[in-house]
């Protein structure tokens, strides 16, 4: 089913814009507040926030859809999206909402759902939601005298420290490393240097200044440079970066080197295995993940599990078949004894972890496996269905053809802008650019048509 509002990552869009509007985010709160509604007890939403301007107007029209359903609103605000999972559990809500548009820049925002139990919402969910968005027949929204009431809590980034501190050995010292932490003028610019510096480190924070529109500016787990250049400068073990909302996050070693999300879930997988942890006899992660990354867990014995993308996919296999480590190649690392949802902090500290337990340089522990060459493009595109096109659908097959049974190719539309992203992956690397640039030429023709 076509939906209207909901992408791979709940709903997203640019700032004052459909859908991404005050009088969308209203109905949002009433909608959602309605759907959660269970009993006779007093309901609760929890929401947080990352540093985006727009923040300020999406989370007050969520407020008065909530509360005009009925519900309680606690207001977390600038804090992780991992944390809120962890707090509509803790606090027994609900439901819980982040408004943020994730790596995206400030321009943008979003709303992301979280169930009572601290995962996202199901695909039936969301559409029962999206038809309630668009009937003509009002909502029927709660009594004068039920009118929900709206305050913000203190202690969360507390809470929220010490959850990710627990994550690890209570004798796990970081003792000796020196980290740079770039919080990407994000949700995490407060929790990420204090979680770090509580556990003994010396850390060095970066674009941790938000001003509502500095949010991921050339910063964070999508621009990785100047987390290397200040690695560099001030000789550290490693680097960690965060994007805006803090569920993903990539590293850079002590030669600024990046580490993606493939590389960690390589490295996570295999320490859990060697200590009896690891689960399901492998991990989860999208169609996007290296081949090289599934050639490593072969050689390891375990298996990779792939599903479309969006990290609520990977989470539902995971629950669906009883794995607890799954992720995306972009830094959403899903650590199920740990969190419900994409977790960087924590999952930055078990990599931490292996640096300190094995006493060698990030270079050396985090270098799992030789990715083979990926190229991935995008075509940006207004309207139509142009991967239905019988030109493209030609070039398809024969990219496929010349790859062969040692490559892959993945072609799929964004679920957050619009655009067509196309990777190809293969022992050739001339090979895998040609056909790429050779499938981006077809589509982009069928765009101009």
């Known amino acids: 089913m076509s939906r209207k509002y909901f992408g791979t990552d709940g709903i997203r869009g640019t700032a004052n814009q459909f859908p991404m509007t005050v009088e969308v985010a209203m109905k949002v709160g009433m909608a959602a507040g309605l759907c959660f509604h269970r009993g006779n007890h007093r309901h609760r939403v929890v929401i947080g926030k990352d540093t985006r301007l727009s923040g300020y107007m999406i989370e007050n029209a969520l407020v ?19 944390a809120v999972a962890m707090l509509a559990r803790s606090l027994r809500a609900d439901l819980g909402v982040m408004i943020s548009a994730s790596h995206n820049p400030y321009n943008d925002n979003g709303i992301k759902l979280f169930g009572p139990d601290g995962y996202k919402l199901s695909d039936e969910i969301e559409a029962r939601i999206e038809a309630m968005l668009d009937q003509k027949e009002p909502l029927q929204v709660a009594a004068p005298d039920q009118i929900g009431r709206a305050k913000r809590i203190d202690g969360v ?7 990710a501190k627990r994550t690890l050995p209570r004798s796990m010292s970081l003792s000796g490393l020196r980290i740079v932490i770039d919080c990407a003028n994000g949700a995490a610019y407060k929790v990420a240097p204090a979680a770090l510096w509580e556990l ?37 073990d490693i680097g960690i970066a965060l994007d805006g909302d803090a569920d993903r996050m990539i590293i850079v070693d002590e030669n600024g080197t990046l580490i993606d999300g493939d590389q960690i879930m390589a490295l996570i997988a295999e320490s859990w295995a060697k200590s009896g942890r690891l689960a399901g006899g492998g991990l989860v992660a999208t169609v996007m993940s290296n081949l090289g990354l599934e050639r490593f867990l072969t050689e390891q014995g375990l298996s990779l599990h792939r599903t479309k993308v969006g990290d609520r996919y990977v989470v539902e296999h995971m629950r669906a078949h009883g794995f607890n480590v799954g992720g995306e190649q972009s830094g959403h690392i899903v650590m199920s004894d740990f969190s419900t949802t994409g977790d960087g902090l924590v999952a930055a500290l078990q990599v931490l972890a292996c640096i300190k337990r094995e006493g060698r340089p990030a270079s050396e522990v985090c270098a799992k496996f030789e990715p083979v060459p990926q190229v991935l493009k995008n075509v940006r595109f207004s309207g139509g269905k142009p991967l239905e096109s019988k030109p493209v659908q030609k070039m398809i097959e024969d990219v496929r053809s010349r790859l062969g049974e040692g490559g892959r190719l993945v072609i799929r539309p964004s679920g957050t802008e619009p655009l067509i992203r196309v990777m190809a992956e293969g022992d050739d690397r001339n090979l895998v650019e040609t056909v790429v640039n050779d499938l981006i030429g077809v589509i982009a023709d069928q765009r101009a048509a």
């Open 64 to 82: 008065a859809g909530f509360t005009a359903a009925g519900m309680d609103v606690f207001l977390l605000g600038p804090i992780p999206t991992p």
């Open 157 to 163: 980034h507390d809470r929220y420290i010490e959850f």
């Open 200 to 236: 003994g480190a010396e850390v060095i924070a970066i674009h941790d200044e938000p001003d509502g529109i500095n949010v991921n500016k050339e910063c964070g787990s999508t621009h990785p440079l100047s987390l290397s250049k200040k690695v560099h400068e001030v000789r550290a």
